[in-house]
């Protein structure tokens, strides 16, 4: 949606297709950093985020018995951008979606693309629904199971696991909740972001085990609870106060940065299609609106279509390896049981690297 706008605003005529015949993203908080929330301003989207989200200045770090350990320097990175916070998926999907329709860009849900034909100026698309189509240029942000990476990049793989899972509850925020917080020091690490003045979205990350792949959701509720055992200050608060009506998920995480070139003839990928990374930074989501900017910017500077997705690339490629490699870096720092301080410092230098311009 984000390159889609992106284009639109530019005068760009686009097509956009989603699998999901709803067009429905699930229950989860998301923390959206300040690069981030500086692409959502580049959108004409901050207002609105900021009014159905939360917002705060700080992250405070905590041991996760909830001594306090350091306030994570979170400068403001422009004039009047809020310098952290968070909002609920579904929210930030509807105002999103909200943009897309009144840019009038044509919507069609529950297609996705069978057959793509790199021809010299265009790409002939075979849709799902048994229609087609002919395009000056594909992009393929689909989400890192890419059906287009699968049709047009088969050399490229699959985001590889981690070795961590990642738990998450949405859940009513706990009453001295203050600003974004992170409980560090312990094997499975957590966190808690506002997402609006009533609500949170709880983190935490494990070693991934496998029979964990496939839990009811009674087991995810009281397997959640006995997690949280040691853990003080608002993580202790949310394990006594949790019910099994709040929305509870966990997911086995994966990462991939895939290798240059992003783009063969006239499909690019874009996304978690091509660098898709775990949630240590928060900036998965960013990342990706980041990049359906600068494909944005880029083909509204030159007419020659391969320059400006070349430009694309080269603006996006170290910016994502590094959101990557670090998040990657941390959560096995995580798994090896590594010194929070190193922890704590890995993160504050990787989000000050983010805050430089895209
Ligand atoms: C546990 C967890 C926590 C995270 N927390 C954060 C966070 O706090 N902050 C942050 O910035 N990032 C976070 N992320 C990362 C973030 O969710 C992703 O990086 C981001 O959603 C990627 O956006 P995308 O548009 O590339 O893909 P997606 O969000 O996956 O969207 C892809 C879209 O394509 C559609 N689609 C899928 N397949 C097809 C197909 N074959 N044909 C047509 N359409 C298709 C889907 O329906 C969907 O609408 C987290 C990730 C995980 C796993």
Known sequence: MATAISLA???VAVDLIDLDAEWRVYGAGITITGPTLRAYRRLGLLEEIKQQ????????????????????????????????????????????????????????????VDALQNMDDHVNVGFSDGTCGSYDLVVGADSVFSKVRDLAFPHMGQAQPTG??????SIRKPPGLEMGEFFLGHANPCGITACAPDMVY????????????????DELFDTLKLLLADFGGNAGWIRDNMTRSDWI??????????????????????GDAVHATTPHLAS????????????????????????ALRAYQDRRYSR??????????????QLDHGDPQIHAKMLEGALSRLNEPF
Not at 324 to 332: L, Y
């Open 249 to 270: 998920n966990y997911r086995p995480l994966a990462a991939a940065l895939q290798p240059a070139n992003w783009f063969d003839g006239r499909i690019v990928l874009l």
């Open 202 to 217: 709880m983190w935490m990350l494990t070693a991934h085990e496998e029979r964990e792949s496939f839990m009811s959701d």
């Open 53 to 112: 989200g939360a917002i705060t200045s700080k992250t405070r770090l905590f041991r996760y018995d909830g001594t306090h350990m350091l306030d994570l320097d979170e400068p403001v990175i422009e004039e009047g951008l809020p310098a952290t916070g968070g909002i609920m998926r579904p929210v930030l999907h509807h105002i999103m979606q909200k943009r897309v329709r009144e840019l009038a860009i044509p919507v069609r849900l529950g297609l996705t």
């Open 9 to 11: 605003e530019r005068g």
């Open 284 to 307: 998965g989501a960013g990342m990706a609106v980041e990049s359906g900017i600068v494909l944005a910017e880029e083909l509204a500077r030159t007419d020659d279509v391969s320059t």
């Open 320 to 333: 994502c390896r590094d959101v990557i490699e670090t998040s990657v870096a941390v959560g096995q720092l």
């Open 164 to 169: 961590q899972g990642c738990w998450r509850i």
